[in-house]
């Protein structure tokens, strides 16, 4: 299941600036590596031992800093073991959901803490406000950003972006449209958007950067079930 994202005029020159994630908040966030320690993905913590991400991102994960000029080796990189939803094939069919087992359990302190996940079926309100979190790049065409940054998004009816497909069965959001360069472009897929307390959407693709087309977040409270069974799984092996 997707959330898609529609870009829409709002906060002006605040979210094209980016608006920086304040050191004691939102502790979960995480940063999917490659093999050389480049930044390719969000993630977001959600036990001592998992981390969510999209199926499409890479395999080391990054906890416990906002920026990622600022890594400590020994401490903060996990290697992990990886699970991919089977039924992914590619972003734009959907189950874009990969759960990653920690190679050693996560150290909960002032610098990191899960954040819950949905129980079950989540239903968020039509103008709900919520929230998008990464390290994309903070403009069309730009650099990558160190520094972890947020935007807020307002949910509206799936209406507003049943042309994305029609074969996808969606929510939808409405957002500055800046903040789709700043946040929702390459290096920030897999992250969470945040919606109360809950991680209700991992980023998952969007379509250039394009103000004027919606991106596609997956629905996290469609895989619960199969998030508990991996889960499971991965714990007893």
Known sequence: MLICILAFTAHGTEIINGKKVPDRLMLYVASVQNNKGQHMCGGFLISEDFVVTAAHCDKLVVLGTHNLEKVDDGTMRYNVTRCKHPDFNSVA????????????????NNKVQP???PKGEMKVKDKAKCRV???GYTRAGGKVSNV???????LTNRKECAYVSKSISAKCCITDKTYQALLSS?????????????????VSFN???DPNIPNVYTDVSKYVSWIKKIRTKLLID
């Open 115 to 117: 954040i819950q996940i």
């Open 148 to 154: 972890l940054e947020m935007a807020e998004v307002t």
């Open 93 to 108: 069919s959907g189950n874009d959901i990969m759960l990653l087992k920690l190679s050693k359990k996560v150290q909960l």
């Open 207 to 209: 379509r250039e950067c």
């Open 186 to 202: 390459q290096g920030d897929s897999g992250g969470p958007l945040v919606c109360g307390a809950t991680a209700a959407g991992i």
């Open 133 to 135: 979190v990464g390290w």
